[in-house]
Every structure is written in structure tokens, then in C-alpha cells.
């Protein structure tokens, strides 16, 4: 199946990043782990994140997959 990983970046260092095989947010700096305690709070923005799995990522998987099998 397809995984979603979504990672926030400030001055070149992951922070915190949502994988869909987890589910939610997970926190790498003090800051991100507040973030992530915040957003794994909030139905709203997990919904958001995992309805980007659907909409883009399943979708366009194939797309992908055939281009890279193409140049092999």
C-alpha cells in the first residue's frame, strides 16, 4: 500500500512529520513535539494530512511506478 510522509523542514532540520502508517504526527525538536502533541489533537488536521494520501498520493502512485519501470 501507499505511505504519506509529510516532514517540516526549518534551516535544513525535520522538526516533526505525520506518517500515515503511524497516523499521526510525530515531534523530532522540543518545538516539534509540542506541535505534533497539538496536531494529533485536532481531528481536523489528521483528516486534512490523510485525505492527501487519497487524493494525491493513491491516485498518482501508478503514474509513477510506470515511469520508473520504464527507465530501468
Not at 43 to 66: D, F, T
Amino acid at each position: 500500500g501507499a505511505e504519506l510522509i509529510d516532514s517540516y523542514v526549518f534551516n535544513q532540520a525535520e522538526y516533526v512529520r505525520f506518517n500515515s502508517t503511524v497516523g499521526k504526527f510525530v515531534g523530532y525538536t522540543e518545538y516539534g513535539v509540542r506541535n505534533a502533541e497539538a496536531w494529533n489533537r485536532d481531528s481536523g488536521i489528521l483528516a486534512q494530512e490523510l485525505g492527501e494520501l487519497e487524493r494525491v498520493c493513491k491516485p498518482n502512485a501508478a503514474n509513477h511506478y510506470s515511469a520508473v519501470l520504464d527507465k530501468t
